[in-house]
């Protein structure tokens, strides 16, 4: 098998993970909803945007500092919030917050991770922000709440796009459960993948560490439809923001209304993102409805686009385009998978590495010099292979 540090990009990463994880972890860190349309187009669109690089300019030291949420971090993407992470790897996401202290960057901590809220500060990553999604027992609302801002927790993020789970079917075919549910299929694909196989069965019972003792970790979609709340509006969003009385941060926005909506029900910022493509298939891209949620808030919020970011020309392309930062959850997860600590922290090398060189390789030495003149045209899609079309708004920003 290959060595984490021979990997030379997040396919490396991902290809390396594929070969020592469970078919049914690879395939829930992988996959996404129904056809994986828009799984694939995450990705795909960042082809549509297309750069220009300066010449001539100074790039003999690059600065890629910057502020997001009124915290100054040394790169401008963070890690984003996903759940069960001590399945992927006993370290979970301890190795995460690891990294992301050793890198100066943020870490986001889910609702359903399997290491607490209190044990991932005692890491002591900074900043660290809270992903939420809404129970139906307010008490136990303001519980976690509470227990977030004790802990230090500087940022409450709320996930909106996920009143219910979406049709994973790589998760259906394989399986998935936290914890495992043990069946012949698993037993085999057990043996298959003795690496991970031994370092489950060595170390503690996976559960959702954030949660009362008495609730089981049964399948995500049983849990969701037990527990989380659909019924949940901007009435009782703007109720979760009186109880929180500080920070906040809207995830899972794709409409122009909804980014309207958030900024005068009092958010802080608006993270882009379809929740990876693992909810409604066929939707839009972060990376396309981008220029949308921008035009919308006119500014006045800190913007980050999540989702299909492989390359540190993506984080370029995105900050071009208006983006005050970017997130990512698979790229830190194949490496989690991979390799642990270690592959978290590769994965975090080779994007960090990747942003430094196209920044020099673009003509601009600070995060603020990455502005709209480095977008060109992109070429037009009716002769793009397949004849795919183009998303609109990409359309609108590259000829800016």
């Known amino acids: 098998m290959a060595r984490i540090d021979s990997c030379n990009n997040i396919a490396d990463i991902r290809a390396l993970a594929r070969s020592r994880a469970h078919p049914m972890v690879f395939g829930y860190i992988d996959g996404g909803a129904d056809d994986e349309v828009t799984l694939a187009r995450n990705t795909d669109d960042f082809g549509d945007v297309t750069l220009l690089h300066r010449v001539l300019r100074d790039v003999s030291a690059i600065d890629t500092s910057t502020t997001v949420f009124g915290k100054r971090l040394a790169l ?5 919030p996903s759940a069960g992470n001590r399945l992927f790897h006993s370290e979970g996401e301890t190795a995460v917050a690891r990294v992301a202290t050793e890198i100066g960057t943020a870490y986001s901590l889910s609702t359903l991770s399997t290491v607490s809220i209190e044990d991932i500060a005692r890491i002591g990553p900074e900043p660290r922000w809270f992903q939420f999604y809404v129970w139906k027992d307010r008490g136990l609302v303001r519980e976690m709440l ?9 940022a409450l993020m709320l996930t909106a796009d996920f009143p219910i789970t979406g049709n994973r079917e790589r998760d259906l075919r394989t399986g998935f459960t936290i914890p495992p549910k043990v069946g012949l299929r698993q037993v085999v694909d057990a043996v298959r993948r003795p690496a991970w196989t031994r370092d489950y069965l060595f170390s503690e019972k996976i559960s959702y560490a954030n949660l009362d003792a008495k609730v089981p970790a049964t399948t995500l979609s049983e849990f969701v439809a037990r527990q989380l709340s659909p019924d949940f509006t901007w009435r009782d969003s703007e109720w979760l923001l009186g109880e929180w009385g500080g920070t906040a941060v809207l995830k899972g926005v794709v409409h122009a209304d909804d980014a309207r909506r958030a900024q005068a029900s009092g958010f802080s910022g608006l993270m882009v993102s379809n929740h990876g493509g693992r909810q409604l298939d066929g939707e839009i891209s972060p990376i396309a409805a981008l220029p949308r949620i921008l035009d919308a808030v006119g500014g006045h919020l800190d913007v980050v686009l999540d989702g299909g970011v492989r390359r540190g020309t993506h984080v370029l392309k995105a900050l071009a385009i208006g983006a005050t930062a970017v997130s990512f959850a698979r790229p830190y997860l ?3 998978a991979a390799a642990g600590t270690a592959g978290v922290r590769r994965a975090a090398q080779i994007l960090a ?5 196209d920044m020099a390789l673009a003509g601009v030495s600070r995060v603020g010099e990455i502005t709209s003149d480095l977008l060109a045209r992109a070429a037009d899609p009716e002769r793009r292979p397949g004849g795919s079309r183009r998303p609109p708004a990409l359309a609108s920003v590259a000829g800016a």
């Not at 401008?76 to 984003?80: E, Q, R, S």
């Not at 590495?353 to 060189?357: D, F, G, T, Y």
């Open 146 to 154: 509470a227990r977030a801002k004790t802990a230090g927790y500087s």
């Open 76 to 80: 401008p993407f963070f890690f984003a």
């Open 353 to 357: 590495s990747e942003l430094r060189r």
């Open 334 to 336: 194949y490496g989690l």
